[in-house]
């Protein structure tokens, strides 16, 4: 899966003023990050508000962007949540001919013990037609995968590729490349502010939010890590960390659907429970976001 490696985006999904997909948008937004050179893109990920899509919704947002990409780049399909029996049978009902793995969120809100997370992921990589990409968001999900967990996991089954590692926890990431036993089990950042130092350890790069805002920036700068450029690739981070803190600042995905509509991409809108940065907030990214493009 070497094509797995770089810089994936998690994609925003666009809202028009009445709240129904934005289908120009999202068609936009895929031509936008794959002419700013990422290397692949997840689709209907937490960054993509999926919790708030129906069905019928969630089909038309694939259905765009696998025509959008034209097979360019790489799709990764979000595929998880807390009810393993859910999850089984979307892997059995969904059509996955076009994806080329599933990301699949750690249990969140009911809370299994490392057991239970191990038997979750058991019975989906037995199901899974996909490589299995697990992700690991405790700041969402109420509980972290500890490494043991994920090592158990990649050791057990070949079809578990690697792990989107979002506990903001460097050395946590750290104790999981340095223990894989796996040359072909990536360990791939899921947090924006630390994917290049995770990279430089040895990580595969990062799935990004910020990477689809900047994505020239953004996705050069995990490619200079890769080739172990590491001065040219800090000047980059550097640039870019007020503004991948800022973006976080009020939530995901509020701060980049921002950063978007200042890019003409598409519309500040959000889906209920979220909602747009405030005011200070949003003045304070423009401001950066003009200068940093400037």
Request: charged share 25%; hydrophobic share 40%.
């Amino acid at each position: 899966m070497q094509s797995l490696r770089g810089t994936g985006v998690a994609l925003i999904t666009p809202f028009n003023q009445d709240l129904s997909i934005d289908v120009a948008a999202l068609e936009n937004l895929v031509e936008y990050v794959i002419e700013g050179g990422v290397e692949y893109l997840v689709v209907l990920g937490t960054t993509g508000e999926s919790v708030t899509l129906t069905t019928d919704e969630k089909n038309l947002v694939k259905r765009t962007i696998i025509k959008a990409n034209k097979k360019r780049l790489p799709l990764v399909l979000g595929v998880g949540g807390n009810n393993t029996h859910s999850v089984l049978s979307e892997l059995t009902d969904e059509n996955l001919e076009e994806f080329d793995a599933i990301l699949s969120v750690s249990p969140y809100y009911n809370k299994p013990t490392q057991e239970g997370i191990y038997q979750h992921f058991k019975a989906i990589a037995e199901k899974s037609p996909l490589p299995i990409i697990l992700y690991n968001v405790p700041g969402r999900t109420g509980s972290n995968m500890e490494p043991r967990t994920v090592l158990r996991l990649a050791t057990d089954f070949k079809n578990i590729i690697g792990i989107k590692e979002a506990a903001g926890n460097l050395v946590q990431g750290m104790n999981l490349i340095s223990q894989n036993k796996r040359d072909d089990f990536y360990v791939i950042s899921g947090d924006d502010a630390i994917a290049l130092p995770l990279t430089l350890a040895g990580g595969a790069g990062v799935i990004s939010v910020i990477g689809q805002g900047i994505p020239n920036e953004f996705s050069e700068m995990i490619r200079l890590g890769l080739e172990r450029k590491v001065d040219e690739a800090f000047v980059l981070q550097y640039k870019m960390m007020p503004i991948i803190d800022m973006i976080f600042e009020q939530g995901n995905p509020a701060g980049i659907k921002k950063i978007l509509e200042l890019a003409n991409v598409s519309k500040d809108i959000l889906r209920l429970p979220l909602i747009k940065v405030d005011t200070d907030l949003g003045s304070r990214i423009e401001q950066e976001y003009v200068k940093f493009k400037k």
